[in-house]
């Protein structure tokens, strides 16, 4: 885990509203263990918001939790796992909010864009939650599989409909992984341009087989809203 995760800074800011209300939502009806592992995954959220990664520990932690430091060490062996977890569990909501925004878009294309550019979001929103995911997909590829179903179902919809022509699935994917996760990085990084999420998400539909005016028309679609959580 390298400190392009805190960025040098003492603090990590808080998540995005339209993440944030999700990843404090109760979890009804999971196990004991699993819904004391869930607490103790946001009460690290809170901690590295007010210490940054380097200034966490597992003490303050389980504090924050209001548990002991062995519970914590029943779950969780290191830091490192700590951080690991916390972004599964931003990848997760992120892609669950994602395909809430999704409801009534049935074009695979627009919906590949959506997702390509809200990914790209959270870097310009939260760079340093967006390096933290970065950098654990690197380690732990567990977390590139909690998103591949969803970017899968697009994928899949957008050859269905015949606006995608890929020679194989796992092409694509490498495509798609590969473009948005470095624009991400560029984006954490103050490195890109004004309206880059827009212009990653044409050269992905461009790469997956549409055409450049087809795919920029799409991709320059307004995104839409993450809707209220129900309930």
């Not at 944030?20 to 196990?31: C, I, Q």
């Not at 699993?34 to 103790?40: A, D, F, K, N």
């Not at 690991?84 to 627009?110: F, K, N, Y």
């Not at 827009?198 to 549409?210: D, F, I, K, Q, S």
């Amino acid at each position: 885990m390298n400190d392009v995760m805190n960025l040098g800074d003492p603090s990590i800011p808080l998540l995005p509203e339209a993440l944030a209300e999700s990843v404090w939502r109760p979890r009804p009806g999971l196990a004991k263990r699993e819904r004391t592992r869930v607490q103790l995954v946001q009460a690290a959220i809170k901690v590295f918001t007010a210490r940054g990664f380097a200034g966490a520990t597992m003490q303050e932690l389980a504090a924050v939790a209001g548990m002991t430091t062995g519970t914590v060490y029943n779950h969780f062996k290191t830091k490192e796992e700590v951080a690991s977890a916390v972004a599964l569990l931003l990848a997760d909501t992120l892609c669950r909010r994602i395909a809430d925004s999704q409801q009534g878009i049935a074009e695979g294309a627009q919906r590949m864009a959506i997702g390509n550019q809200r990914y790209i979001w959270l870097a310009e929103q939260s760079p340093q939650w967006a390096s933290m995911m970065l950098d654990v997909a690197a380690a732990a590829p567990e977390l590139l599989l909690e998103i591949r179903d969803y970017v899968l179902a697009d994928l899949r919809l957008g050859v269905k409909q015949k606006a995608f022509r890929i020679p194989s699935e796992a092409a694509a994917m490498d495509l798609i992984n590969g473009a948005v996760a470095q624009a991400m990085r560029s984006v954490a990084l103050g490195l890109a341009p004004p309206n880059h999420g827009r212009e990653v998400a044409t050269c992905v539909l461009r790469g997956l087989g549409m055409e450049y005016a087809a795919a920029k028309e799409v991709a320059h679609r307004p995104l839409p809203p993450f809707p209220p959580m129900a309930g």
